[in-house]
């Protein structure tokens, strides 16, 4: 046992601390050694969480498992995974991924929850995010066209479908088709098919009410009864609808609020904020990226750190590690401790840079600035740190990394004011630094 329920308390969050894809499954599947219980709070199918497991039938190979939507602790039996109230379900994704886990023998049964107050996300909310995007022609998001804009929207606008209503299938029926009506008035009457979706869900709605849960009153009891709860996150802080990068942001709140409100815990019961933080940073889809490497450099640190999204497969941007983000997002979510993950994909480029502060016409800016106008304007400041060449994919004490190689964490350290208290060197499991 490594600890990590003393190193981060009964209820540990980790959530993404950019961009997303900083590496938050990883983590979670570590640290499921030794929580009971795994919470997804918010996001939908748009979030995509790699995990590596030593493959024991070819050794020194990994088996690779992706979620979207099953909390990233299931590859552990004895956990339990709650989706919350704050995520949106498209259930058929959710069937092919415990059909994922079913073919590898990890069973599923009784082990995954669903909050009654979480929404569904059907296809039509795909359709409509599609449409969405088309309209927007050079402005688009480069949304993940996995409906999550318009379902969080139907959640908004207070006409969406929550799981609950599953237990009542002919008010599910009726909702259902009012809602797509209302689709189709805004949109034009799309061609759609209709039985389909609704055969799927009159199949398993049986199987689903036999998940449903008060996720709320489960987490809470859990915790009363003396069991260790992990909060995962989804997306990252810098897609965040208020504290982003808007419009070019998803629709919900990856920050720590939105992990309180998508679970239904209190802020005051939280034990530890881990931030998830490449050594580097991606970002995928539109919007501005200040450290972004256009030239060859980016293209080499995405094909060294095989950054091709999980969900969508598109190449990921690629830039440097940017501490202006890193300490507006410590400061958004109140970070405890950094994950700086993929400190191996630097190994072997001469230099590497570390952006300390953005200029604005002249003036330093205090803070992560919201208008994209300004954005376009900043000059990034940059420090230059010398590289490393040693292989460090087998370290697993921070005092054996190259000095180079502790020198640049501890300046991500200062320039980002949280300490980093895990790093990353490798896809696996086991490539993970602990720091005391
Ligand atoms: P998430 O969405 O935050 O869970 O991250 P993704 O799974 O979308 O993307 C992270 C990618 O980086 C995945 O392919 C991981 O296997 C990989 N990864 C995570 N940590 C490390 C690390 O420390 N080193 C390397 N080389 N890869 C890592
Ligand atoms: P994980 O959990 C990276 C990005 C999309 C797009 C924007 C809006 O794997 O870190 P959406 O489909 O949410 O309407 O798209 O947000 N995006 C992510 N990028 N990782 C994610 O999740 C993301 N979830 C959404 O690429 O730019
Ligand atoms: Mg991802």
Not at 271 to 299: C, H
Not at 379 to 385: K, L, R
Request: proline share 3%; aromatic share 8%; net charge negative.
């Amino acid at each position: 046992m490594a600890n990590f329920t003393e190193k981060y308390g009964n209820l540990a969050v980790v959530l993404g601390a950019q961009w997303g894809d900083e590496g938050k499954g990883k983590l979670i599947d570590i640290l499921s050694e030794e929580y009971d219980t795994i919470v997804r709070a918010t996001g939908g199918a748009n979030a995509g969480h790699t995990i590596h497991l030593p493959d024991t039938e070819n050794p020194g190979q990994t088996k690779k498992f992706i979620f979207h939507l099953i909390p990233s602790g299931m590859l552990h039996e004895k956990t339990v995974s709650v989706i919350g109230n704050g995520v949106v379900i498209h259930f058929p994704t959710l069937y092919e991924e415990l059909q994922i886990l079913e073919d590898n023998q990890i069973t599923t049964k009784d082990r995954l929850l669903i909050s009654d107050r979480a929404h569904v996300l059907f296809d039509y909310h795909k359709v409509v995010d599609g449409m969405q995007e088309n309209t927007k022609g050079e402005k688009k998001v480069g949304t993940t066209k996995r409906g999550i804009g318009p379902c969080y929207t139907d959640k908004i606008r207070r006409n969406g479908i929550r799981v609950h209503d599953f237990l009542d299938m002919e008010v599910f029926e009726r909702k259902y088709m009012a809602n797509l009506e209302l689709f189709k008035q805004m949109y034009g009457d799309f061609e759609y098919d209709t039985e389909t979706e609704l055969k799927f869900y009159r199949e398993k709605a049986n199987e689903i009410i036999e998940m449903i849960t008060d996720g709320s009153y489960y987490a809470n009891r859990a915790l009363k009864e003396g069991k260790n709860v992990l909060a995962e996150g989804a997306n990252g802080a810098m897609l965040d609808i208020d504290h982003g990068t808007y419009p070019f942001v998803t629709s919900s709140n990856p920050t720590i609020g939105g992990i309180c409100t998508g679970l239904g815990l209190g802020a005051t019961k939280i034990t530890n904020v881990i931030g998830i933080m490449k050594a580097y940073v991606t970002r995928v889809g539109g919007g501005p990226f200040p450290t972004e490497l256009l030239d060859d450099l980016g293209s080499q640190i995405r094909e060294a750190g095989g950054e091709f999204g999980s969900t969508t497969g598109r190449p990921r941007r690629c830039g440097w590690y940017d501490s202006v983000v890193a300490r507006y997002s410590a400061m958004v979510n109140g970070l405890s401790s950094i994950n700086l993950t993929k400190l191996d994909v630097l190994t072997g480029l001469p230099t590497l840079q570390i952006a300390t502060h953005y200029k604005y016409r002249g003036q330093t800016l205090d803070s992560f600035p919201a208008s994209l106008e300004w954005l376009e304007e900043i000059e990034v400041q940059y420090i230059e740190i010398p590289g490393w060449t040693e292989d460090i994919s087998k370290i697993r004490n921070y005092e054996d990394l190259p000095e180079n190689a502790r020198a640049y964490v501890e300046k991500i350290e200062e320039l980002s004011e949280v300490n980093v208290s895990s790093i990353g060197v490798g896809v696996s499991r086991e490539d993970m630094i602990f720091r005391d």
